[in-house]
């Protein structure tokens, strides 16, 4: 422990008081190596006395003779023993001694400036102090978590407050212009390219996905700022606009894709960048260099049978050596070589083995673990319960004619156990998973491009034991003559041997592909990553990082801009890697625009979202309000739980800093916040009645306990489960690229002897499954440096004992959880929680391990 305040003798035999503190932080390091040769630079800057400086800021004394309403600064203090600290040679802290004056003028310090005369930047963790005069009873904490770049690079010193959380309206006197100055730097101005230095954040339109330049194939259109094409804002960038389009923001060069403006403290820290880096580049750059194309179609594009897909995991896929595959990694940087080249005699392409086939190769295609899929896999959000038959459908039918179900009670009578339909709908036994609605408007053009694919309805019947069973498929096509003739529509019905069951297997493959094109684009992409960007930007605009809001919020927004930004960039870019290997190939984008019409913040809550999909009726009996229609849904269940546990943590935290409604209307702050969100953030929803006003504690709570389950729990179940279920693709096959083979096609006569060949030959290639399996990989990964819901960086993230509590309280409840999802697994009575392919559901597991874990809730939306 720090000795604090120490008196020292000087020359006239006065007692001089010095209060020592400590810094924490990580020198500026490349990968997982030391940037040696900023080191020494810093080092030869030390030796001339360009150094690192702090002043303390009293909290309860004006400067009495300068700016009279700000807090007095106390003298400058160097950090001690730079040249001689020694910094181990992998990514880690340092530690730093300060000594400051002590000044009564000082009185309480609540914040710090801190002035880097280095060339290089650091990260900044914290700075401690102990024994202050008035304070003895606790050391001060400043928890900064941020980069300080050279003092050059910044128009005035950087602040950083001490750990207590303030309303606005609480903040001591001498901080306000500070807390407010402080807010001003981080909004900028709204002109100009940022710097990888600069700390603005602000909104655009997502215009940066196409590419005009390069040719009108690679225009997309400005998402975002129009009713025909809504959707939510990202970081602002600033880049000029292309030379085709002024509307149109020009890209940066593929290679310089980690270069892309996000602000510099919601960058990727050192191990995650790593680990982006290593297991990204390894999966993905091979794969997005046009000679690997070549490459592939030399050695054949199509998987002859299931024993040959299974090579990729199995045996891995072998490249040739030579001049080709050296021509590969021309522009990856050598220290990643190690990491991308094959080793000895291990395939390049060699994946990990999902956990889908883990114990049976074939289980996957048998009809139980394809409707348990539905709700205990990868995409659980979308099934509903039938509460109308035949199903109707919400599209406009002067612009797209009759798009009801052709589903008829002859197709499926004989699989709902003698009930009647009456009977059925009313005992909540008939489910849909319908990806017909979202589809169909965006179908034409789809199929005008090299995939063939149908809009999908797919009836279940919930039977006595809890499981489902499939009724139907129905699959539609636009009708040749024009939308408004409304859609052409086959159905078919479960079937096993033969033709017949050859066919019923196309016919679920094609829901397998409506619904990754669904679970990519919707609930992954738009439903979490897109959605919480905006809120990302306006709590670093609006809230203080003194706000007990910013507090509550800030862990689940760590490296979402991040992450986002490189997505813009890499992924879902016009030509990108989603546009590759998702069917909605050059509309992805677009598409999701077009779900996104229909978005509402208060649906995103669990609860919402089960009663406004008929998965659960209201009930006030219930711990959660809600009693869930479909007992074994197991996605619900756990969710359900982990939900309650955000939303009590939310409410117990909110409760300590506002009293009452009146407080959160009287909150400066958090008023411009929410204003922001609404108008800006999501400014195409600003008018949308549903809106939270912001004027009660209930809005309070609902809000941010909704923002917390998208950002963390809603992500993990969404994004985590990719490997384990879509990392063998024909499980979820990602493309089609021929319809239905029609009787007397050569394809049709071909499923009476080698069925398994038109089924590979329908659904994606090697070139896109290698490419889809490498993403998927990469996206269902935890970090080595992974932060889990209920889990802090630091435990003095805050210095209200109250708030620290409750926050304890909320990790036990969440260790409950895990323990009561272990246990259920294992109770053989739930049939939908582990099923034929012994996959046990464990995607909602608070915690995890690093690596493919298929589990683990991470607090953000972080890859």
């Known amino acids: 422990m720090l000795k604090g305040i120490v008196d020292t003798l000087t020359g006239g035999n006065e007692v001089e008081k010095k209060i020592k503190g400590r810094v924490v932080l990580m020198n500026k390091n490349v990968l997982d190596f030391n940037d040696l040769g900023a080191s020494l630079l ?20 004006f400067d009495s003779t300068g700016n009279k309403l700000k807090g007095k600064v106390g003298k400058a203090a160097e950090l001690e023993r730079w040249i001689t600290t020694t910094t181990s040679l992998k990514p880690g802290d340092s530690a730093y001694e300060v000594t400051f004056d002590w000044e009564e003028e000082i009185g309480i ?32 904490h400043f928890v900064c978590n941020s980069w300080v770049y050279p003092s050059v690079k910044y128009k005035s010193d950087r602040i950083f407050f001490a750990n207590q959380a303030y309303l606005p309206s609480q903040t001591p006197p001498p901080l306000v212009p500070y807390r407010e100055e402080e807010l001003l730097i981080l909004r900028g101005d709204g002109t100009g390219e940022l710097q990888e230095w600069d700390r603005v954040y602000d909104y655009a339109y997502y215009n940066d996905l196409g590419n005009p330049d390069s040719g009108m194939d690679s225009a997309r259109p400005v998402l975002g700022g129009s009713s025909q094409y809504p959707y939510p804002r990202r970081g602002r960038t600033g880049r000029p606009p292309t030379r085709i389009d002024p509307n149109t923001e020009s890209r940066i060069p593929l290679l310089m894709s980690l270069n892309i403006y996000v602000p510099r403290d919601e960058r990727f820290g050192h191990l995650k960048l790593s680990d982006f880096l290593g297991y990204g580049l390894k999966s993905i750059t091979q794969f997005l260099l046009p000679e690997l194309t070549d490459l592939i179609a030399s050695l054949g594009n199509e998987f002859e049978s299931f024993e040959d897909v299974l090579q990729i995991y199995e045996g891995g896929f072998k490249l040739p050596q030579g001049p080709l595959l050296e021509n590969l990694f021309n522009n990856v940087p050598s220290e990643l070589l190690e990491e991308i080249l094959p080793r000895d005699d291990e395939g390049l392409f060699k994946y990990p083995m999902p956990d889908i086939i883990k114990e049976s190769k074939t289980a996957w295609r048998t009809d139980e673990e394809f409707v348990r899929e539905m709700v205990a896999g990868m995409n659980p959000v979308i099934i509903s319960r039938l509460q109308e038959f035949p199903p109707k459908s919400n599209l406009d039918t002067q612009l797209y004619g009759n798009q009801s179900s052709k589903i008829t009670w002859d197709h499926i009578k004989n699989g709902v156990d003698e009930l009647t339909i009456e009977e059925a709908l009313e005992t909540n036994r008939l489910f849909i998973l319908n990806h017909h609605d979202s589809l169909m ?23 006595k034991d ?27 019905t479960p079937a096993e041997d033969g033709v017949e069951g050859s066919i019923w297997q196309l016919a679920k493959a094609y829901v397998g592909v409506s619904d990754s094109g669904v679970h990519q684009l919707i609930s992954h992409w738009l439903n979490t990553h897109a959605t919480i960007e905006p809120v990302v930007i306006a709590t670093n605009r609006q809230l203080s990082v003194m706000h007990p809001i910013h507090k509550l919020l800030y862990p689940h927004f760590r490296d979402t801009m991040n992450i986002n930004a490189f997505a813009r960039q890499t992924l879902v870019n016009a030509g990108g890697i989603i546009e590759e290997i998702i069917f909605p190939g050059r509309y992805a984008m677009e598409l999701s625009s077009f779900i996104y019409k229909d978005w509402n913040f208060l649906d995103q809550a669990l609860p919402a979202d089960l009663l406004k999909r008929g998965m659960a009726v209201e009930d006030p009996n219930s711990p959660h309000g809600i009693r869930l229609v479909m007992e074994d849904y197991p996605y619900a269940v756990d969710g359900l739980q982990i939900w309650s546990a955000i939303n009590t943590w939310v409410d117990d935290y909110c409760t300590l800093y506002y009293p009452s409604d009146e407080a959160v209307k009287d909150d400066t702050e958090l008023q411009l916040w929410w204003k922001e969100i609404r108008e800006k953030g999501h400014g195409d929803k ?9 004027h009660t504690r209930k809005d309070l709570i609902d809000s941010c306990a909704i923002t917390i389950w998208i950002a963390s729990a809603l992500h993990a179940a969404i994004n985590f489960g990719q490997y384990p279920y879509g990392g063998y693709m024909p499980n979820h096959p990602t493309v089609s690229r021929q319809l239905m083979p029609e009787p007397g096609s050569k394809d049709y006569e071909l499923l009476k002897t080698n069925p398994d060949k038109v089924f590979l030959k329908t659904i994606i290639p090697r070139l896109q499954m290698l490419l889809g399996v490498a993403v998927i990989e990469i996206l269902s990964r935890h970090a080595s440096d992974e932060i889990y819901l209920g889990q802090r960086d630091t435990p003095v993230w805050t210095k209200d004992e109250e708030a620290l509590a409750a926050f304890e309280k909320f990790g036990k409840e969440l260790g409950g959880v895990e323990r009561k999802i272990i246990e259920m697994n294992g109770d053989e009575k739930w049939k939908n929680r582990v099923g034929p392919a012994k996959l046990p559901y464990t995607l909602l597991y ?18």
């Open 42 to 61: 810093d080092d030869l800057h030390e030796l001339v006395g360009q150094t690192v400086t702090l002043h303390l800021i009293s909290s309860d004394h």
């Open 109 to 140: 310090p609540g914040a710090f400036l801190i002035k880097n005369s280095h060339p290089t930047e650091f990260f900044l963790k914290t700075l401690t102090l102990e024994g202050v005069p008035g304070h003895e009873h606790a050391p001060i």
């Open 441 to 463: 408007p965006y179908l034409r053009r789809i199929n005008s491009t090299t995939t063939k694919m149908y809009a999908t309805r797919t009836l279940l019947f919930l039977q």
């Open 466 to 492: 809890g499981s489902l069973r499939p009724l139907a498929i129905e699959l539609s096509l636009p009708h040749p003559d024009g939308d408004e003739h409304g859609a052409v529509s086959q159905v078919y």
């Open 686 to 694: 600003k008018d949308a009645p549903w809106w939270p006003k912001m």
């Open 846 to 863: 608070p915690t995890s391990e690093e690596g493919l874990t298929g589990r683990g809730i991470p607090n953000s939306t972080s890859i």
